[in-house]
């Protein structure tokens, strides 16, 4: 916990500002500043907005967007909602639990790539070594670099083939604009093959329940309210919980 106290803003935030600021530098002038104060002759005070914060403002609402198509998340949060679904608990845990989950796992595994865009973007940003055009350039870099690592090359050849882009040597050439969609396809394809394999287990309980419970000629009982606690008692001898956010975040740190 001590190591996620040491940024100044939110991790995920830090492209988005350094997007802004880079977007803003080149529309006000130098020097200018970003909120200033001046009397209104009557006692009161009038305040100015520049254009930078607008921006910047503006930067921000892709927030969402960059969790969802840079990062761990998109995994981490389907594979935890078909594990709910195989587990036919209802909304047990509900929206607000999983997120919450998914959301401190994609800290947790995006760590490593938070810490270098703190070291190599944003305190030399703040320290005024870099302007937020270099900045925003050199916060890019780990996260390419951790797409690279989790994208397969059939999808980035796929999104290459599409557009048409004959002049890409080697992964790492790959601009934003495919790498981006090919990073969400992969994941997609990820997520739905560990939640497949979390579902066969509760199948094959749900399978030997209604088959019991045919032979019985209790056909008038529904077999998902008999195996659902069949179901949960699997998964707490088993620690399913642990496990699963282990694999989870495990998957993220094979090479």
């Known amino acids: 916990m001590n190591r996620l106290l040491r940024f ?32 209104n002759g009557q006692g009161g005070q009038t305040y100015t907005v520049t254009i930078q914060v607008l921006a910047l403002m503006t930067a921000l609402t892709v927030l969402p967007a960059l969790l ?30 999983l997120l919450g989950i998914s959301l401190f796992l994609t800290l947790f595994t995006m760590l490593p790539v938070f810490e270098q865009v703190n070291e190599q973007a944003l305190q030399p940003y703040l320290k005024e070594q870099l ?26 050849e796929v999104f290459a083939r599409i557009s048409g882009r004959q002049d890409i040597a080697s992964p790492e050439e790959t601009p934003f ?24 287990p509760f199948l094959i309980i ?28 699997l998964f707490v001898l088993v620690d399913g919980w642990v496990l699963v956010v282990e694999t989870l975040a495990a998957s993220f740190f094979v090479e």
């Open 206 to 233: 749900d399978l030997v329940v209604a088959t019991v419970l045919m032979s019985m000629g209790m056909m008038m009982l529904s077999p998902m309210i008999v195996s659902l606690p069949f179901k949960l008692l």
């Open 68 to 97: 969802l198509s840079m990062t761990s998340f998109t995994r981490i949060m389907i594979v935890l909602a078909i594990l709910r679904q195989a587990l036919g608990a209802g909304q047990t845990p509900n929206n607000q639990v």
């Open 8 to 39: 100044p803003v939110a991790p995920l935030g830090v492209i988005a500002v350094l997007l802004g600021l880079s977007i803003s530098s080149a529309h006000a002038a130098p020097g200018i500043e970003a909120f200033t104060v001046s009397g």
């Open 177 to 200: 604009s495919l790498l981006v969609p090919a990073f969400m396809t992969s994941e997609l394809k990820t997520a739905f093959q560990m939640g497949f394999l979390l579902f066969l």
């Open 131 to 156: 302007a937020p055009g270099a900045a925003l350039e050199r916060a890019s870099v780990p996260f390419r670099r951790f797409m690279l690592r989790q994208t397969r090359e059939v999808d980035l």
